[in-house]
């Protein structure tokens, strides 16, 4: 098959929405993306399938084709890495296990960091729900929103800076699988696996050149390597690697809507990597508008 992706055009892999940390719907990252010029989207909210349907729904009437995705939650030692899934089967037992553990775990863990701020700051888990849509997975970033409205950061950004830094001392791990088991529960489900933004700097930087090696004889498919929190040193180590071993890149913005600065957009993916993704996926179909 000749590596052509029959919809030319910009494509932004990774964008959330309120069924994770986004703060707009399914529908609304649909419409900002193509308010940004977009015409490929994936939808990745963290650990859960439920947005893909009503993104599906706005993306076709907009003239968009919608790649369904997630960001699938997993931690290597003490680091905490992403692996971004693409066109799997959202009815995967295997995955749907995993996936609904993690966001019971979440769920748990946040009120474990609540109750740890709460001896020091007026913060309940009520602000918190407050600020979650039902059965959205809940992470950081909705305290963070709760810190907000009660006045104790001016916006998202600050709280992680400040009360939800793990240096502040409130702050608590949650379960998730190590990334071999991430990327086998993506790939088995008929999906096509990608490290997120696998070069940011501090506690979360690059996992060792050995275990994304063992990664990719694991069946990771590729790296997000245009991102903005990638520091441009581990940027070039990707590519290096990626190289070597014929991997994927993608580059995406990581779009929260007013939840961080990243725009749709903001780096994109070329053509003939969609096509990779869409040529190796056998778990669900692209949405064409
Ligand atoms: P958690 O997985 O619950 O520990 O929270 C991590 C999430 O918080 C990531 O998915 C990011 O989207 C978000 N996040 C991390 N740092 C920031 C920040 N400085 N501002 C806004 N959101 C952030
Ligand atoms: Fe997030
Ligand atoms: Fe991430
Ligand atoms: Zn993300």
Redesign the pocket.
Known sequence: MDVTWRVAGPSDLHL?SVR??GTETPAEVMAAAQRHGLRTVALTD?DTTAGWDEAGRAAVPLGLTLLPGM?L?ARHDWR?V?ILGYLFDPADTALVAETDRIREA?RSR?ARIVANIAHDHDLTWDDVLAQTTDGAT????HI?DALVARGFAPD??A???GILHPRAGYYVP?YAPDPFTAVRLITDAGGVAIVAHPATAGRDRMMPVAVLEELIGAGLAGFEIDHRENTEAGKAALREIAARHGLIVTGSS?Y?GA??PNRPGENTTSDEMVARIVERATGSAPVHG
């Open positions: 959330h994770s940390d963290h960001e939650s905490s992403h979440r946040a809940v992470g950081r970033p963070a998202r950004s709280a992680f800076a949650h990581d929260h939840g961080k």
